[in-house]
């Protein structure tokens, strides 16, 4: 198997193949993601939620990210390797915006990063390109600016909004970013963004028209479920499986029936008699 590369996902997309996202966070779910054959690993900032227990994306530092990050790139070998830059890193001006994007790519062993907003933060996705960098971009439900959207929720459900939503598209798309995250867009929204443009869109609760699809593996696999969104299909039921398994422990060593005689070290009989006398 090659090693996944941005022209080889823009090629996937071009035949009408759809491309394949997972988060990953540590090194197990990378090792899962990769198995499963996701040609990308975003380490999402929704890690700070899932992973952390933090109450939003907001809090999380970039030192906190490059933790994670590390730990994906080393269970990865083929999947292209995407990190979100967080919240407060790259908003400002474009020399931080690259400075922190560098730090993903020489601390965290990233291949891109990921920045949230459109038109205001072209300039920004340009800057961070111009310094040899690759940038996705990210619209329609974008997480770190919670405050101004007033909570979870779709993106683009009135038509000057959707009208927005495509200009900062074609604006990313402008600015160089090689593909764009559509996230929680009405599915006519994001068909018509992914029509619009040459770069793949990668949709995320924006309906089947996208060039690929990611999900937050935490979601997916239920290992979070304090909260599913409504676009998150579950494919499995992890923290169920998990407390089962756990409370069967406990049981068990309560019971005296764990551990059982194959997970114990004997000794020579001839040793315990010498000891035991
Ligand atoms: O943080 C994240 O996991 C993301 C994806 C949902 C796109 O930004
Ligand atoms: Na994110």
């Not at 933790?67 to 990190?83: D, E, N, P, W, Y």
């Not at 291949?111 to 619209?139: C, F, N, Q, W, Y």
């Not at 959207?149 to 459900?157: A, E, H, P, S, T």
């Not at 939503?165 to 068909?191: I, S, T």
Request: charged share 20%; with cysteine; net charge neutral.
């Amino acid at each position: 198997k090659k090693k996944v590369t941005i022209q080889a996902l823009q090629s996937v997309a071009r035949k009408g193949d759809k491309i394949t996202m997972i988060t990953a966070h540590d090194y197990p779910t990378s090792l899962w993601a990769e198995r499963a054959g996701a040609e990308t690993i975003l380490v999402g900032d929704s890690l700070a939620m899932v992973a952390l227990g933090y109450d939003s994306t907001v809090s999380i530092t970039l030192d906190e990210m490059l933790h994670h990050c590390r730990a994906v790139a080393r269970g990865s070998k083929h999947a292209f390797l995407i990190a979100d830059l967080p919240f407060g890193t790259y908003e400002a001006c474009a020399k931080d915006a690259i400075r922190a994007a560098q730090r993903m790519v020489k601390e965290g062993k990233m291949e891109a990063v990921k920045i949230e907003g459109g038109k205001d933060m072209a300039e920004t996705a340009r800057a961070i390109v111009r310094s040899g960098i690759p940038v996705l971009g990210h619209i329609g439900l974008t997480p770190q600016r919670l405050a101004m959207l007033g909570g979870f929720r779709v993106q683009g459900k009135s038509a000057a909004s959707a009208k927005v939503l495509v200009e900062d598209a074609l604006a990313l798309q402008d600015a160089g970013c090689f593909a764009v995250v559509l996230e929680a867009v009405p599915a006519p929204v994001a068909e018509y963004i992914t029509r619009q443009l040459r770069i793949p869109t990668i949709g995320i609760g924006a309906g089947a028209g996208c060039s690929g699809q990611v999900l937050v593996q935490q979601d997916m696999l239920g290992i979070f479920d304090r909260f599913v969104p409504k676009f998150c299909k579950q494919y499995a039921n992890m923290s169920e499986t998990a407390v089962e398994a756990l409370a069967n422990y406990c049981r068990e060593v309560k019971a005296g029936k764990f551990p059982g005689v194959e997970h114990t070290y004997p000794m020579p009989a001839e040793e315990l008699a010498k000891f035991e006398a």
